[in-house]
């Protein structure tokens, strides 16, 4: 009988992590409409129940309503898988996201995330890789122009970032001396990660960014260029998956940053306050997302591959010497 | 000031224009709800107004369907039998006006006159034709005192020559040197 009692948790925390993030990302949406609206001096939406708190419900309606356009000159089976593959990897990366400390049911230990895998921090750079897939794809199968740019654009951009993004965990990794993100929050119980290695969080923080297919580095939908990118011959829910993904990653990748860098759900008070700690960072994180895209204007593609290549590599490399200088000298290993 | 300083107080000044902004009041105006005061001069939906004595004022002289840029205005004439004239439909397509005040200024007797009444949208194109009875008024419009006959030099409204600053006719027969 017990046998079967860790699957059923670990299905019912799946399903109730889906449950949250797709409901999450619907509000995030809200959210950055409204909050860009204010940094614009317009009021947002706010016609659909009080505050517009309903516009997410009508948005998803309007979705699932439209026709699904099929263009002639698609390849039809990619073409239909792809805004699976940006939303699937997504959520998927979400499974090893620990965003609270472990509670006790019956005896029963449970731990946050879904998984606790030994490669935790690995598993995210490969699903973040794979998620390349779904733009590449899409903008592939399409048959139209716009769309193999923006595709195009998309892979060279997730490539070069991914690197810097990998490079900025090694000093986390280093810290911890476990791929495991539950041995990294509890590697920060007494001091975050971003006080030993702020550049690392920072240049994090940017190639996320870019991880993220947002303005400023949003080349691979480029409205103002593109239409819309990759994604310009998509229609209804499968457009609509494109926009989830895209907001889920924005809240995984919040998350993240919050585990590796800020201390995970560490606060004050007591345990069951974690998840209100891990929900209040990763939400300042995602708020950060939100005022960059307010603030900033896209790159141009040179000045993105300079930023990448030119500066991002050479100064994640550095800091990873640097941090294992530092930690070395200080005795820093296993804080 | 280097490269990178510059950079780096670019990047500051942006985050803290987008952020101040963010706490300051909209601008936009919520119309349904809220409106925007109108110019004194507002002109938007045309009528076609009376005289002080409740007649008709249009006299149907086709001069603001001639003047009209867009060609919206038809209509047909009649004679109502005392001489004066009136039209027997008078058609607007709000379709098309483009609320220039071209025919205001072109009618003589002040009749056609533009409101400030902008919020007249139809769902269907064909709704947007005005005919004579959804344009023609109880009221004078914007000149209350104005009576084209008693101006024109025409015996209708009171006999040749009994109108305010008007001579009584010549007789041709006593006029001697
Ligand atoms: S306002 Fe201009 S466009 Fe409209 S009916 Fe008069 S003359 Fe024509
Ligand atoms: S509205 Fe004025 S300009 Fe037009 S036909 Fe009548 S009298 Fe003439």
Redesign the pocket.
């Known amino acids: 009988m017990n046998s079967y009692i860790p699957w059923l948790i670990i299905i019912i925390k799946a399903f109730l992590i889906l449950f949250v993030t797709l409901t999450l990302a619907a509000y995030m949406v809200l959210a950055e409409r409204k909050l860009l609206a204010r940094m614009q001096d317009r009021y947002g939406p706010n016609r659909v129940g009080p505050f517009g708190l309903l516009q997410p419900l009508a948005d998803v309606i309007k979705l699932i309503t439209k026709e699904d356009i099929l263009p002639a000159q698609a390849d039809r089976f990619i073409y239909l898988i792809a805004p699976g593959v940006v939303a699937g990897t997504v959520l998927l990366t979400f499974a090893v996201v620990p965003f609270g400390a472990p509670v006790k049911i019956g005896g029963v230990t449970v731990q946050m995330p879904v998984i606790d895998l030994n490669v935790g921090a690995l598993y995210f750079l490969a699903m973040s890789s794979l998620g390349v897939y779904g733009v590449a794809l899409a903008g592939w199968s399409s048959g139209s122009k716009y769309s193999l740019f923006g595709g195009i654009r998309g892979s060279a951009q997730m490539i070069s970032y991914e690197l810097s993004m990998g490079l900025a965990l090694v000093p986390v990794v280093m810290l911890t001396g476990s791929f495991s993100l539950n041995d990294i929050v509890a590697a920060q119980s007494n001091v975050p990660f971003v006080v030993y290695s702020p550049l690392a969080f920072v240049i994090f923080l940017v190639s996320v960014a870019a991880e993220s297919r947002r303005i400023p580095f949003d080349l691979a939908e480029a409205e103002n260029e593109l239409v819309a990118g990759y994604h310009t011959e998509y229609s209804g829910m499968r457009f609509g998956l494109f926009y989830i993904g895209e907001y889920v990653n924005i809240i995984v990748l919040s998350a993240l940053a919050v585990t590796f860098y800020l201390g995970g759900w560490h606060g004050p008070g007591p345990s069951w306050l974690s998840l209100f700690w891990f929900f209040l960072k990763a939400a300042a994180i995602a708020f950060f997302f939100i005022w960059m895209r307010a603030t900033l204007p896209r790159l141009r593609y040179d000045q993105l591959m300079h930023l990448g290549w030119k500066f991002l590599v050479p100064l994640s490399l550095a800091n990873v010497l640097l941090t294992g200088f530092l930690a070395l000298i200080f005795h820093w290993r296993n804080v | 000031m280097s490269r990178s300083t510059g950079i780096l107080k670019g990047l500051f000044e942006a985050f803290a224009t987008t952020l101040r902004e963010m706490f300051r009041k909209p601008v936009t105006i919520q119309y349904p709800e809220e409106k925007k005061p109108l110019s004194a001069r507002a002109r938007w939906r045309i009528v076609?107004t009376r005289d002080p004595d409740g007649g008709e004022?249009?006299?149907?002289?086709?001069?603001?369907?001639a003047v009209c840029p867009v060609s919206c205005?038809s209509?047909q004439s009649a004679d109502r039998g005392d001489g004066r004239r009136y039209?027997e439909w008078?058609r607007i397509n709000f379709g098309r006006c483009i609320l220039c005040g071209m025919?205001e200024e072109?009618?003589?007797?002040l009749?056609?006159q533009l409101t400030p009444d902008y919020e007249f949208c139809k769902y269907k194109a064909l709704d947007m034709v005005y005919e004579k009875e959804d344009l023609l008024i109880d009221g004078t419009g914007k000149d209350p005192e104005y009576n084209f006959y008693k101006h024109a030099g025409i015996g209708i409204v009171n006999p040749k020559g009994k109108n305010p600053d008007e001579y009584g006719p010549v007789d041709i027969r006593s006029n001697m040197p």
């Open positions: 076609l004022r249009c006299v149907a002289c086709y001069l603001c369907s205005i209509m039209p008078f025919c072109a009618c003589p007797t009749a056609i």
